[in-house]
């Protein structure tokens, strides 16, 4: 039997996705997948024109060095496509954009398609989850009607994430903070900035801060900086 290959890179993006930022990030992302095509799930912004989706990775991937296959995943049906699923299986980048939250969950859920992702990522593969997708990767996730918190999809436990930190409403961000679980930790990213988890541990990549918020208070991290208290 074949040793069993470790996770690959898990990046949380605090959303901005392919901004002037996020330039850095992405190539690193890529470094380390070794990959020469990211698939790209715009599920999250099915009904915010996701036709641009596949536009803008197309013309940013392009200018790293790399092509990019947009996948029309809109709805639940499509999650389960296995012709889908396959793609993703094989993946070694898969991106997933921001938009909504709620409607990602719905599709993505004891999905075919989830499954292959995580047969992607736990192969070694990147996986990228931006904004809606960060948050909702995670268990607890931050459910943006109001910054209390509702169920994840658990990639990581006991880990929330809050998407454009450093630019979101202060009631907002409070509410998160004092509602935060017990025994959980509550990571604000910044847009164009990643909190990425490796064979290495954590560490911070990108334009912005990523801040922690825990039972001893907050502490924040900037690009290059390796977090502690954070789960394995």
């Not at 290959?5 to 959303?15: H, Q």
């Not at 392009?62 to 396959?86: F, K, M, Q």
Request: hydrophobic letters at 45%; a negative charge; glycine letters at 14%.
């Amino acid at each position: 039997m074949s040793p069993r290959r470790a996770a690959g890179p898990l990046a949380l993006i605090g959303g901005g996705e392919w901004g002037p930022g996020a330039a850095t990030l992405d190539a690193d992302l890529l470094a380390r997948s070794g990959a020469t095509e990211v698939v790209v799930l715009p599920t999250a912004a099915a009904f915010e024109h996701p036709e641009r989706v596949g536009e803008r990775a197309a013309a940013y991937f392009a200018e790293l060095g790399v092509g990019a296959r947009t996948l029309a995943v809109l709805h639940r049906t499509d999650a389960e496509d296995p012709e889908i699923a396959a793609i993703v299986r094989a993946a070694r980048f898969v991106y997933v954009v921001d938009g909504s939250p709620l409607h990602l969950r719905s599709v993505l859920k004891g999905s075919a398609l989830f499954d292959a992702m995580l047969a992607s990522y736990h192969g070694g593969g990147v996986l990228a989850a931006s904004g809606a997708g960060a948050t909702l990767v995670c268990d607890p996730m931050v459910d943006p009607r109001g910054g209390a918190y509702t169920v994840g999809l658990g990639v990581v436990k006991n880990l929330a994430v809050f998407p454009y930190h450093g630019t979101a409403a202060d009631h907002l961000r409070e509410r998160s903070i004092d509602l935060l679980p017990r025994g959980a930790v509550l990571a604000g990213v910044d847009a164009e900035t990643a909190l990425v988890k490796s064979t290495d541990g954590w560490s911070v990549v990108g334009a912005g801060n990523v801040t922690l918020y825990g039972p001893d208070g907050a502490t924040t991290y900037s690009s290059g900086d390796t977090p502690e208290g954070l789960p394995a």
